[in-house]
């Protein structure tokens, strides 16, 4: 039998810290749902003492989430500790997650405290927590550059306080496979013994082996694995989840471990997730990248279409990869639209379904065949919006080789029509003024990216700008057959949320890690 692993997901903690991946508090539930789906054993699901917005949304997922187990991450200062149990408490299995750094470059310049220091603070905090509830987990921050002597002093000082996980994070993703094995080796001998400890690994992957470091772990008896989906995290990001998971399913016979996960919500998370942050997952990314499973050499593809097992070590459809032989087009009813949706693993409500459906429908007469792609903009464009300030009413452009593109929008805010013009460097430079002007806004534009959702010259175009304004930066999206549409919705999309984020005041990115 193989034995589990737990698989314990940072997307909305270590993930939300990736630069621009911050998300709203809405945002926030969608995905964690959608990791309810997945089945991990256990969400972050913030940072509760990094700021109010942070804490809010911890308490909704602890409140709403089911079947899986919550995390709040706290410092050992007692405070962050009291903080996160406020926020977690009302979880069906609420975890606290305190962790200190244990390198000697951290004790001297960052943390400005000694060994022993140290020590009673981890002490102090474990049994605090402990206090509590008996779901503890701590973190040796920076364990990889830590004395290892040291380091497996401060792991027992945890254990003998309380902790039932101990986790050795690679925070800086300095480690290598063969080293990060050893270290895991000498805190399951010298450390966990016969505790009933779980031993978790939490890797970065700055030299590119946050996965294989990972992958080590796990072979020397660790057995949760802190992770994201896409990978997404500080810097060059955290261990991919759904690269772990089917490394585990794809190569079982090798490493005799499993987990719950579904894998088929594999691609629907990660296409969601990719939604809300407007974080793009590269092209030749493993498992869920959009080339992963495409054959392009002449030998290749008749190699697959002879049997796929010539080229293919995992079927697109394990990963919830949906075939796209089931296409809906302008004679698709109601029923049909709302299945196709269910299985690209989107939960709606009904007022949100219908407005989804109207919207398929106007591609449809527009279009042949809709493609789950084309599916998938309208419904995160529908879904992902922010509570709307201002409205997207009309807009003309009269653009062409010998003139000044000039733009005129109506928008409409707290039932006002706003209306103006403005001329630009091109058709895209001239809505974004208008829009601008009208609405007195003074929005930085960071970022704009537009895709062909399908093939073919009626596909919808989907656009992706990230605005700054102040401290805050906000993600649009939009999508329609005309691009210029699917531009101007994208703006205002952003403004919308910028205007949300404002409004709660919240902090762009946790500080303290
Ligand atoms: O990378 C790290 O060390 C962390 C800890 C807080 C677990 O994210
Ligand atoms: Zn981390």
């Given at each position: 039998m193989a034995e589990l692993v737990k698989i314990f997901d940072t997307t909305l903690r270590d993930g939300e810290q990736?630069?621009?991946?911050s998300m709203n508090p809405e945002e926030k539930i969608r995905v964690a749902k959608q990791l309810e789906r997945l089945q991990?054993?256990?969400?972050?699901?913030?940072?509760?003492?990094?700021s109010e917005g942070d804490f809010q949304s911890v308490r909704r997922i602890a409140r709403e989430v089911k079947g899986v187990e919550i995390a709040g991450l706290c410092r050992t200062d007692l405070p962050d500790i009291d903080r996160c149990w406020e926020a977690i408490r009302e979880a069906e299995v609420p975890r606290i997650h305190t962790f200190i750094a244990t390198s000697d470059i951290h004790l001297e310049h960052?943390?400005?405290?000694t060994r022993a220091e140290v020590l009673r603070d981890v002490a102090r905090a474990v049994a605090h927590a402990r206090r509590y509830l008996e779901n503890v987990e701590f973190s040796a921050e920076d364990a990889t550059r830590s004395d290892p002597d040291y380091l497996v002093q401060v792991c027992r000082v945890a254990i003998e306080n309380g902790a039932n996980t101990l986790n050795i994070p690679d925070t800086v993703g300095f480690t290598t496979p063969e080293e990060y094995a050893l270290l895991i080796r000498l805190i399951r001998e010298?450390?966990?013994?016969?505790?009933?400890v779980v031993l978790s690994v939490h890797c970065h992957d700055d030299l590119g082996m946050a996965v294989a470091n990972t992958l080590a772990a796990l072979r020397e008896g660790a057995r949760q694995v802190e992770c994201t989906i896409n990978g997404?995290?500080?810097?060059?990001?955290?261990?991919a989840m759904e690269e772990v998971v089917m490394a585990l399913k794809t190569r079982k016979k090798f490493y005799g471990l499993e987990t719950?996960?579904?894998?088929?919500q594999i691609y629907p998370a990660s296409r969601m997730l990719s939604k809300i942050t407007g974080v793009v997952v590269q092209p030749?990314?493993?498992?869920?990248?959009?080339?992963?499973?495409a054959h392009e050499a002449g030998i290749h593809v008749a190699g697959v279409l002879k049997n796929p097992l010539t080229y293919e070590i995992m079927k697109p459809e394990t990963i919830?990869?949906?075939?796209?032989?089931?296409v809906l087009g302008k004679h698709s009813g109601h029923n049909a639209f709302r299945d196709r949706v269910k299985a690209l693993g989107y939960e709606l409500d009904d007022a949100a379904l219908n407005k989804s459906f109207k919207r398929f429908k106007a591609v449809a007469d527009k279009k042949k065949e809709v493609f789950d792609e084309d599916i998938e903009a309208i419904v995160a464009d529908e879904i992902f919006r922010?509570?709307?300030?201002y409205h997207l009413i009309s807009m003309n452009i009269a653009t062409g080789s010998e003139m000044i593109p000039t733009a005129t929008v109506q928008i409409e805010l707290e039932g006002k029509i706003l209306r103006g013009a403005s001329t630009g460097d091109g058709p895209v430079d001239a809505i974004y003024q208008t829009i601008a002007e009208i609405t007195g806004t003074k929005a930085k534009l960071l970022r704009f990216d537009i895709n062909?959702?399908?093939?073919?010259?009626d596909a919808q175009g989907e656009v992706t700008v990230r605005l700054s304004e102040e401290n805050y930066i906000a993600i649009g999206q939009g999508a329609h057959t005309d691009i210029l549409v699917a531009s101007a919705r994208a703006y205002i999309n952003a403004l919308n949320k910028l205007e949300h984020l404002k409004h709660r005041g919240a902090e762009v990115r946790s500080p303290g890690l």
């Open positions: 990736s630069p621009g991946a991990v054993d256990v969400i972050e699901a913030g940072f509760p003492i990094s960052k943390l400005r405290k010298e450390v966990v013994k016969n505790n009933p997404i995290g500080e810097r060059a990001g955290n261990t719950r996960i579904v894998t088929e030749n990314k493993a498992i869920v990248g959009s080339n992963a499973f919830g990869l949906a075939s796209n032989l089931i922010a509570p709307d300030r062909a959702i399908t093939g073919g010259a």
